[in-house]
């Protein structure tokens, strides 16, 4: 078995936001420090000038066919991920979206998706993602929001709002990740925030520092040292 090696690299953080459309995210994405690569999903970089027009050649856009196309970026990134220190992924609610449609078009009516396909999704997805994560980058993952069932520790059902994804996909990212917040616009002030700590009404998690909320300029300064 080879041995460990004893070089220390920083940690790299993976931090997923979700929320409504035109919160911020991809305008957050856009203020990351350091060198970012652009996947995506939901061509909504296109109002937003940074990626936009003054790095559109590290952007990647999303086509159909979904897996294809993916399969077209996965080669292609591997040849320039060391060029980088995030990955952004936004956002994987249209991901799925996309997927969908595109198995659906291969149905008689090109509408029907297939029971099979809810499965399939899961798979994909995981697979897809597991494959970003392995590059040696930090990542931001970005998704639209929803209200989900969930059960409360009294066995009681509630709605909590969480990330529009498939349950069993979004369990699996949620659990990848070191933060997952739910991005919020304060309405009258504008004020844009991040809820870091999850409760009955709405899933967020932080496992990188104690903060429970923040405004989204600090999203990035955690508080640990070591991170
Ligand atoms: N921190 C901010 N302060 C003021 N305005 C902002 C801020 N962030 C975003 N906006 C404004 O909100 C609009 C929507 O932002 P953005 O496109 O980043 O949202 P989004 O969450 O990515 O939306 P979508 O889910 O539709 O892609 C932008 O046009 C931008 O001008
Ligand atoms: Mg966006």
């Known amino acids: 078995m080879p041995r460990a090696s004893l070089e220390v690299k920083d940690p790299r953080w993976k931090v997923f936001v979700y929320g409504k459309a035109g919160t911020g995210k991809t305008t957050m994405a856009s203020k990351i420090a350091g060198r970012k690569y652009l996947l995506s999903l939901d061509k909504s970089f296109e109002r937003i000038p940074y990626f936009h027009t003054e790095h559109r050649d590290e952007v990647w856009q999303l086509e159909s066919p979904v897996m294809s196309d993916l399969a077209d970026f996965v080669r292609y990134f591997d040849e320039i991920a060391d060029q980088f220190d995030v990955l952004i992924v936004d956002n994987v609610t249209s991901l799925q979206k996309l997927w969908f449609v595109d198995q659906a078009k291969e149905s008689k009516n090109t509408l029907d998706n297939k029971i099979s396909h809810y499965g399939e999704f899961t798979n994909y997805f995981i697979r897809f993602m597991y494959k970003l994560f392995s590059y040696d980058l930090n990542v931001f993952i970005t998704a639209h929001e929803e209200p989900r069932k ?37 309405p009258g002030t504008g004020e844009r925030g991040v809820i870091l700590q999850g409760t009955d009404d709405v899933f ?11 405004k989204v300029e600090d999203l990035f300064n955690f508080a640990d040292s070591n991170v």
């Open 150 to 186: 969930t059960i409360l520790t009294s066995g009681q059902e509630a709605s909590q709002i969480a990330p529009e994804l498939r349950d069993a996909a979004a369990n699996w990212l949620m659990g990848m990740c070191d933060i997952v917040g739910r991005m919020t616009v304060k």
């Open 204 to 214: 967020a998690k932080n496992r990188l520092d104690s903060r429970k909320g923040c």
